[in-house]
């Protein structure tokens, strides 16, 4: 089945410095990705959606200079948080779309802590 | 624009037993509904998918659902759930924009 793996899983950061995650689909291509934002004990929240060589559509909220979002290949997207601030703490997931198959895979998540 | 409403955000349940989670949509155009399970510190794990045909969807780990068209809903049920069924389970749907709504979330808690 569809796999799509997300790296870091963890990582902790100081404030003002810049993170990248990546996201990126092992045995399909995404032609479609998003990224989601978790808090504590509540529902996925919608960041952006990206599609594959175009800018990514920001949700009305997100600060696109903030959290931005390359997706360069069909199998490779990237979210950096600059300038990190410890209100960006959260857990961030990605999820995948391809072509053929309508399914959404999402990725296992980061957990972003800024100290 | 769609929303989905989960109507037990925290149910308990004895291992063995039943468990139905609730799941209600508001959508003016045909759907796609999903239930996803995540277990903590991980990302989710689809369970089952409706996009068309049958209204009874069989998923993994024994759980099926069944979309009601008339009554715009997607419950989630197992007939016996295991202590690994602990978890939070999210109902989502897809209406032709091509991206998931989320509902808030159902906390499943199994005991022995």
């Known amino acids: 089945g569809a796999v799509v793996s997300q790296h870091p899983s963890r990582v902790i950061c100081k404030s003002g410095t810049s993170v990248k995650i990546e996201c990126r689909s092992l045995?399909?291509?995404?032609?479609?990705m998003f990224w989601y934002r978790q808090f504590p004990k509540k529902s996925l929240m919608l960041m952006a959606t990206s599609n594959e060589g175009s800018k990514a559509t920001y949700e009305q909220g997100v600060e696109k200079d903030k959290f931005l979002i390359n997706h360069a290949s069909l199998t490779l997207s990237t979210l950096t948080v600059t300038s990190a601030h410890p209100e960006d703490s959260s857990f961030y997931i990605c999820s995948a779309r391809g072509a053929t198959d309508y399914g959404y895979t999402f990725g296992s998540g980061t957990r972003l802590t800024v100290v | 624009a769609q929303s989905v409403t989960q109507l037990d955000s925290q149910v308990p349940v004895f291992e063995e037993a039943p468990v139905e989670l609730r799941c209600n949509y508001s959508?003016?155009?045909?759907?796609?509904l999903f239930w996803y399970v995540q277990y903590p510190n991980q990302g989710l794990q689809l369970l089952l998918k409706?996009?068309?045909?049958?209204?009874l969807v069989k998923g993994i780990n024994g759980f099926e659902a069944e979309f009601n068209k008339s009554q715009t809903s997607f419950h989630l049920r197992k007939p016996s759930v295991h202590i690994s069924d602990t978890a939070e389970y999210f109902c989502a749907v897809d209406s032709n924009d091509y991206k998931l709504s989320f509902g808030a979330g159902t906390t499943v808690t199994v005991r022995a």
């Open positions: 045995d399909f291509q995404a032609t479609t």
């Open positions: 409706y996009l068309s045909g049958s209204t």
């Open positions: 959508s003016s155009v045909s759907v796609y």
